[in-house]
């Protein structure tokens, strides 16, 4: 079985930063493609950022130069990086792994 557990989110303040953690269990990450994705509300869930096999990154316009996603191979890890947090950054932040599968979430909520 394929497990993801979110952790790290919590409230900053505008220009704050948080560290978000994907904690992988029943596959090595290494292995296939990784992305964090958000969601509000009413709204669809969009990507953030990914990571490829060789550890290429692409990031979602929104977010870039103030998102970093990284890996660690040894704790079958996945990271996200967030800095100089806004309002619009709130979201429940998600961890997904290449063949489509979630885990439960993190909540950001970022305060003007």
């Known amino acids: 079985q394929v497990r993801l557990v979110e952790s790290g989110g919590g409230l900053v303040q505008a220009g704050g930063s948080l560290r978000l953690s994907c904690a992988a269990s029943?596959?090595?990450?290494?292995?296939?493609?990784m992305s964090w994705y958000r969601q509000t509300p009413g709204n669809q869930r969009e990507v953030v950022a990914s990571?490829?096999?060789?550890?290429?990154?692409h990031y979602a316009d929104v977010m870039k130069g103030r998102c970093a996603i990284s890996r660690d191979d040894v704790n079958n890890t996945l990271y996200l990086q967030l800095d100089n947090l806004k309002p619009e950054d709130t979201a429940v932040y998600y961890c997904?792994?290449?063949?489509?599968?979630w885990g439960r979430g993190t909540q950001v909520t970022v305060s003007s």
């Open positions: 997904r792994t290449g063949l489509g599968s």
């Open positions: 029943g596959f090595i990450i290494r292995t296939g493609a």
């Open positions: 990571i490829t096999t060789y550890g290429s990154a």
